[in-house]
């Protein structure tokens, strides 16, 4: 094949740096295909090593989802509110309906437009922990600044995660893999984060249908777990244009193979059911991962991306994610596109954000706050 050369890779400095541990394996290359020939074009990568990659994240990681669109799947607005935010903003309430093999479910959301929008608005789709509510503080607990979002000129829509998939170890029968999974589970089933990214594609679904909206500018964003979601949710699904990710550590941004912050031993000790159940399999083994989370945010390239961490927040390794962040960039780079142009982390407070991926380091602890956002918005102003 043409555009394939064959190149080992061997000695790329990818794991120089943080190999605290001498034994660490390299992290894989996100150009290699599956025998390890590096790609040398994106058409090349599209075909031959996005699909791989993301079956590898599907089988060991995230896990398979049984459905996309469910085939009875019906968007309903149940209440408009024009004089939203004082007036800034029209609020719809939209109420999800599917049914599956065994049985009915649903959730809602919450979409806010811009009442001065001229045009169809770029839009945040919001990982939300609880009902989303416009007016509650946005400092809080990585909660919804949807004033700001208007202000800035966008629509913002927001759901809680735990109706799509209740985040609880017995939450299975409440949620939407109850309804389509084959009984019992297969052996790489799709977990809880996999299934609220699958609600933020529904609400896509939606946004895809309403005038307002400009569909092909739609952002998804997530702090911590749901920072996790938001990073699988933006590989699964091409169709949204811009991906952010706040403190989301392990099974996030961070590359596994640095050991830094929290181990697969203990997320899948304690939060076994958001995961494939092959995840396990790599308690105290990251070094045999097939892949490694830089791949991850590799399968949201070309897209803009966003990564931040927080300096006291070292459960969610800021070095970790930015070894990702920057494991990544050559497949930035592929598509013409600079990643992190930079080999070393900013200092605290500062970004790094004149490529398609930006990377923030706040000062403080795990949250995601104003601060953050500032920075999303910004990067959007300019990539969106
Ligand atoms: C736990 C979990 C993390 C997760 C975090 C959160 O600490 O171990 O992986 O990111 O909760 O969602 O706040």
Redesign the pocket.
Known sequence: MKSVVKIFRLGFPIYLGFASAASASPAPDPLATISGEIVTTPAAWTKEVRPRTLEHFRETIYGVRPVDKPADFSAKIIRTDRATLGGKATSKEIEFRYSGPHGKGGFHALLLIPNAAKAPSPTFVVLHFTKPDPTAAASVNGAWPAERLIDRGYATVAFDVNEVDPDRPDGYAAGVRALFDSQPPPADAWGTLSAWGWGASRVLDYLETDPAIDAKHVAVVGH???G?AALWCGAEDQRFAYVISN??????ADLARTKKG?SIA??TK??GYWFSPNYPKFAGREDALPIDQHQLLALIAPRPLYVASATRDL??SPEAAFASCRLASPVYQLFGKSGIDSSTQPPPGAAIDSGTIGYFLRIGP?DMLPADWEHYLNFADKRL
Do not use: L, P, T, V
């Not at 403190?247 to 996030?252: E, I, L, N, T, V």
């Open positions: 911590s777990r749901r996790k403190d989301s550590g392990c099974a996030g929290e203990n997320i304690r939060f459960y969610a795990h």
